[in-house]
């Protein structure tokens, strides 16, 4: 089955770049997906990559997919305190109308 | 343009009470989807709607849960009875393609 994992917390001072990590199972994903959900509110996209891509940037935050090691990471340059959020990352299967699945989620604390 | 709303925001009920969720997806959207969130955790699909038609309930635990999207816009999730474990928030989303966006949630307490 789909198997999506990402490691619980990152701390990084206001500033510097973080780097939030994500390993899924299913090779054969079709897109996959950062959201951002801040305490008490849904989940807001930030991002997705199609797999045929290696790379996606969009202002602050760039993209890299891995798709030899399922691995999709994504960074976050000049973090702000406004960044401090979960962050879950998220895959597809098909395209269409798609089923995410959904890692744990990666707490972000940025420290002024 | 207005997002995906959900009401209410938060419920608080006794164990074996009835609750009820409404969703009024992104106006266009034809694909809506209902996740569960626990404490700690990703969201874990319950059910997707393409139009009216359910087309995923695989992981609705159909003895005590039911949704509805009967003229394929809003939708409602219904819980009867609630159990201590249902305690979770509830997320709407809808999509047009390959986009989902998510509503605020309900966040359901079960005491």
């Known amino acids: 089955g789909e198997d999506v994992e990402q490691s619980l917390f990152l701390s990084v001072r206001e500033g510097d770049s973080s780097v939030i990590n994500c390993t899924y199972t299913?090779?054969?994903?079709?897109?996959l997906y950062w959201y951002k959900q801040e305490p008490g509110a849904g989940l807001q996209l930030l991002t997705y990559i199609f797999s045929n891509m290696d790379m996606k940037q969009d202002q602050r935050l760039t993209v890299l997919l891995n798709k030899k090691d399922k691995h999709l990471s994504l960074r976050i340059a000049d973090t702000q305190t406004g960044d401090s959020a979960i962050y879950f990352c998220a895959e597809s299967l098909q395209t269409g109308a798609n089923n995410l699945f959904f890692g744990t989620g990666t707490r972000l604390t940025v420290i002024p | 343009e207005a997002g995906v709303v959900q009401s209410p925001r938060y419920k608080i009920i006794e164990k074996k009470q009835p609750v009820a969720f409404w969703c009024n997806p992104i106006s266009g959207h034809n694909t809506l989807y209902w996740y569960r969130q626990n404490l700690g955790q990703g969201p874990e699909l319950l059910i997707r709607y393409e139009n009216e038609e359910a087309v995923d309930d695989s992981q609705l635990p159909k003895d005590r849960f039911s949704a509805e999207r009967l003229k394929g816009v809003d939708s409602t999730l219904k819980i009867q009875p609630a159990e201590l474990g249902d305690s979770a928030v509830y997320l709407c989303a809808s999509s047009l393609e390959n986009i989902q966006y998510f509503g605020a949630g309900t966040r359901l307490s079960v005491l």
């Open positions: 299913d090779s054969s994903s079709t897109y």
